[in-house]
């Protein structure tokens, strides 16, 4: 483990060039994710012209020149190794897991555990990271004063998670104020403890309760699950998990898809 703290020191840490005194919004992708780009995009836009950063966890050449042309990139040049495979986790946290997620979850956590190490790729004073199946429905401006708290951070509490957990949240929605010591302790233990942790969330969750911190609590309906009644009052809807996936892929037809997003790469959509 030292060798990859060593390695990977100075992506969990704040950054520390180009920042902006500006609010601004936080996304990433690795290859496997950036089909959900373009819908996200095409959601937001209707409702928000906040700046946007994109952090590629390693994405197509294709992708990343069409981050660029909306947004500042900004290249994680960190490998999946640091992620403990399944077969070096322990049996009954399998099933847990599995039990939560599917069987299908695993090649998340790939992407899962380097979210902490993108949120403090932000440049801005004031940041909300979104998940990209998130559905925004509405302007996100005034979130921001959300995170004006003694925690700095707003989260939601995770409705549908381990019932182990006493009290879980879910960081598919984060506003967050920049130079948080806690953001990077979430970075520093989800490299370091993954082998223990379903994803970055209940790394999150687990610090807030050894912490025993307050946080500001995001009302449910900026990050309203999946899995709940169908509320109209939701202004971001999260299409979590593989199902959630595929209602996406469902709304995606090919000819919105290409004119909407300039984006036709065949092999995306998977």
């Known amino acids: 483990m030292k060798s990859q703290k060593k390695l990977y020191a100075a992506y969990r840490k704040w950054r520390s060039f180009g920042l902006l005194e500006e609010d601004g919004i936080v996304v990433g992708a690795d290859l496997t994710q950036e089909w959900l780009l373009p819908w996200w995009w095409n959601h937001y836009q209707r409702f928000n012209s906040l700046a946007v950063t994109f952090v590629d966890f390693g994405m197509s050449l294709a992708m990343r ?46 992407a899962w555990f380097k979210k902490p190490l993108a949120c403090l790729q932000t440049p801005y004073r004031r940041s909300i990271w979104i998940d990209l199946d998130c559905e925004i429905r509405g302007p996100l401006t ?40 806690l953001l990077e302790e ?5 490299m370091e403890q993954n082998y223990a942790f379903a994803g970055d969330q209940n790394v999150l969750s687990r610090i807030l309760r050894e912490k025993d911190m307050q946080v500001s609590e995001l009302p449910l309906i900026y990050n309203w ?20 996936k595929s209602v996406i892929a469902h709304q995606m037809t090919r000819a919105n898809w290409e004119s909407l997003s300039g984006y036709t790469d065949d092999d995306s959509i998977g």
Do not use: M
């Not at 939701?234 to 593989?242: E, P, S, Y």
């Open 65 to 110: 020149t069409w981050c660029q042309e909306r947004g500042e990139l900004i290249r994680l040049l960190v490998a999946d190794i640091f992620v403990t495979d399944k077969q070096e986790i322990d049996a009954p946290l399998i099933q847990q897991w599995e039990d939560i997620h599917g069987r299908k979850f695993w090649p998340s956590r790939n």
């Open 186 to 190: 979430w970075a520093d233990r989800s």
């Open 225 to 244: 699950s999946r899995c709940s009644e169908e509320n109209p009052q939701a202004v971001i809807l999260h299409w979590h998990g593989v199902h959630g």
């Open 142 to 181: 005034h979130l921001f004063d959300l995170c004006e708290h003694p925690s700095g951070i707003s989260i939601a509490k995770e409705l549908h998670e381990l019932p182990t957990e006493k009290i879980s949240y879910n960081s598919g929605v984060i506003i967050y104020k920049r130079g948080l010591s």
